[in-house]
């Protein structure tokens, strides 16, 4: 089954809702999809899609998403997609979040308990919504429990065939769900329960847990370092893995001189859309404060891995590039979540960069030809007795031979 909860906002009312089913209904149609409509009981409409074939929240989440998506690019003035109030104003959500393990929406024939007495989450037919819409009778769509009894009487129950129904998403979203119920056994829990649990989306604009997603196919993973105002200044530093963004606190920011070290907190991870969260969270809730990004690239994962408590990266931002160093601490009054920020060794990236370090070169290693990615080799050179390390991506290999034999042979 996918739902669609079809929420008024401030200032719009179930008939605005109507005009949205009918705009879902049709998409739908195109799909061969058939769809059936209750009243909430509330302000809202509920529409289901009765599948009865197998299906997972991995397939079902991202279908009506989109569907949600491709309907506000397509009716701005009237659909909204995301959950922030401030946003609903005179719209009309189409909350695909619903459907979701954690959520839950009302049975058909629940008495709904409301202001104005109880009403009932009624089934209704398609003609019943047109009429009440082009009569603009918003109160033919809120049924006391004797009016309920009587229309059931009347119309027998309009929910019948949902239970059986045997229909199916398309195809590219069955695909989804193959490939993500894999990646999601491999990792038994849900990576962003924490994140969800500490914010309320009606509240705050952060974006709401979404399933896990690679930015890039192949190595290039996303790194970003966001200036978080809290209660108190701090960095927030994330790198992709596993489809979401892991997240360290660094209270004093990145730290910038070889060796220097900067206390990381391990925070929950971050959903992949976190990474261009800019704005402000309202006092009062978690991370009340405004949020900019600092600065944002992609990432080479060198050496470690994050369950190890080692991780060696090069990152290749705007103000960050380089080699940098998380190592988890050891020390146990920090319950697991304390880490450092270490800055590694220098490193340049372009050849002009190289020939000016190479002048003073005193001795040159190749240190290894990263296993993890085809573009990326690391060298060693000690310049003046100082560290440095290279970062080389294959074109420079042919004039790296040519450097050491000539300005590297002292
Ligand atoms: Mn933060």
Redesign the pocket.
């Known amino acids: 089954m996918v739902v669609f909860d079809l929420d008024p906002g401030d200032g719009a009312d179930i008939l605005k809702s109507c005009e949205v089913a009918f705009l879902v209904k049709d998409l739908l149609d195109r799909l061969n999809l058939k769809s059936f409509v209750k009243v909430s009981g509330s302000k809202g409409l509920h529409l289901h899609v009765p599948l009865n074939t197998k299906i997972s929240y991995e397939a079902s989440q991202p279908f009506a998403k989109s569907i949600a998506q491709l309907l506000e690019r397509e009716h701005a003035d009237l659909i909204v997609s995301e959950m922030p109030k401030h946003k609903r104003k005179g719209k009309v959500l189409v909350d695909w979040s619903q459907n979701s393990e954690h959520k839950s929406t009302v049975a058909v024939y629940s008495l709904r308990a409301n202001a104005n007495g109880p009403f009932v989450a009624m089934p209704v037919s398609w003609a019943q919504l047109r009429k009440a819409l082009k009569k603009g009778d918003a109160r033919a769509l809120f049924f006391e429990p004797d009016a309920a009894l009587r229309e059931v009487k009347k119309n027998g129950d309009l929910f019948a065939p949902v239970p059986t129904l045997k229909q199916r998403l398309p195809q590219p979203f069955l695909e989804l769900m193959s490939e993500r119920t894999n990646l999601r056994h491999a990792r038994r829990a849900d990576p962003l329960e924490t994140y969800r649990r500490k914010r309320d989306f009606t509240k705050t604009a952060e974006p709401p847990p979404s399933m896990p997603k690679s930015s890039h196919p192949g190595s290039r993973k996303l790194f970003v370092i966001q200036k978080?105002a809290?209660s108190r200044l701090?960095y927030?530093f994330r790198l992709e893995m596993d489809g979401t963004l892991k997240s360290w606190?660094v209270p004093k920011g990145p730290p910038y001189d070889l060796n220097e070290r900067r206390l990381a907190m391990a925070t929950e991870d971050h959903p992949m859309e976190y990474a261009k969260f800019e704005g402000l969270i309202p006092r009062g809730e978690y991370?009340g404060g405004t949020v900019m990004v600092w600065d944002i690239g992609t990432y080479e994962l060198m050496d470690g891995n994050y369950w190890q408590g080692k991780l060696h990266v090069f990152l290749n931002g705007k103000k960050l590039k380089g080699e940098w160093i998380l190592v988890k601490s050891h020390n146990r009054d920090e319950k697991g979540n304390a880490w450092f920020f270490i800055k590694g060794l220098k490193s340049v990236t372009t050849w002009s960069e190289f020939l000016t370090a190479s002048s003073t070169c005193t001795s040159f290693e190749i240190v290894s030809n990263n296993a993890f990615s085809k573009s990326l080799s690391r060298f060693k050179l000690i310049f003046k007795n100082e560290l440095l390390s290279f970062i080389y991506t294959n074109n420079f290999a042919d004039n790296l031979v040519q450097a050491q034999t000539g300005s590297l042979t002292n």
């Open positions: 978080h809290a701090h927030d606190a991370g």
